[in-house]
T-cell receptor, first 114, second 111 residues
Framework: EAQVTQNPRYLITVTGKKLTVTCSQN?????MSWYRQDPGLGLRQIYY???????DKGDVPEGYKVSRKEKRNFPLILESPSPNQTSLYFC?????????????FGQGTRLTVV | GQQLNQSPQSMFIQEGEDVSMNCTSS?????WLWYKQDPGEGPVLLIA?????ELTSNGRLTAQFGITRKDSFLNISASIPSDVGIYFC???????????FGKGITLSVRP
């Protein structure tokens, strides 16, 4: 089954404790990205990756890091989480065809930083 | 930056009614996408539109890519309770551009 898998689904952590949210896709997609979803603000892109070893900042990258060592995996790293990073996070992946993009989303990770 | 406008924030309809949602922008987009998000889940792609003027259906859903390339609408006909959720539009301005999302419309369907 084609899917984007995020882990964990739920996470409560304390301020300053490094954490990683994993994302894996089995569709051989070149493009992967991370979004956060907050009430009243919709989906905002954090980072994206056009292919292996190619990453770039989205709209709200501060406080986050990513890496793309393999095509299927795109982990999101919070080196020193803060309460304002409490949010619902989604990973997405797509093929990058000329002029066409479709994004498949994971089920989300609800992060609470206390 | 580019913005997509979706309003109102919430819509309430009766089961069986049709509903139409708009998405507008001051910028031109070359691809329009519509997603639905169920509670506790990630957005799911409903319809993708790639050409100005294109009209595409998916069951009870119909979406159109506006001819000005600055808007799109989604119609849901004969609504049912499982249509409840948040509906997002998204646009892409170029082949290597990221998606820009609207803030979503929360749809409620009264039985």
């Amino acid at each position: 089954e084609a899917q984007v898998t995020q882990n964990p689904r739920y996470l409560i952590t304390v301020t300053g404790k490094k954490l990683t949210v994993t994302c894996s896709q089995n569709m051989n997609h070149e493009y992967m990205s991370w979004y956060r979803q907050d009430p009243g603000l919709g989906l905002r892109q954090i980072y994206y990756s056009m292919n292996v070893e190619v990453t770039d900042k989205g709209d709200v990258p501060e406080g986050y890091k990513v890496s793309r060592k393999e095509k299927r995996n795109f982990p999101l790293i919070l080196e020193s989480p803060s309460p304002n990073q409490t949010s619902l996070y989604f990973c997405a992946s797509s093929f990058r065809r000329l002029m066409n993009t479709e994004a498949f989303f994971g089920q989300g990770t609800r992060l609470t930083v206390v | 930056g580019q913005q997509l406008n979706q309003s109102p924030q919430s819509m309430f309809i009766q089961e069986g009614e049709d509903v139409s949602m708009n998405c507008t922008s001051s910028s031109i987009f070359n691809t329009w996408l519509w997603y639905k998000q169920d509670p506790g889940e990630g957005p799911v792609l409903l319809i993708a539109l790639y050409k100005a003027g294109e009209l595409t259906s998916n069951g009870r859903l119909t979406a159109q890519f506006g001819i000005t390339r600055k808007d799109s609408f989604l119609n849901i006909s004969a609504s049912i309770p499982s249509d409840v959720g948040i509906y997002f539009c998204a646009g892409q301005s170029g082949a290597n551009s990221k998606l820009t999302f609207g803030k979503g419309i929360t749809l409620s369907v009264r039985p």
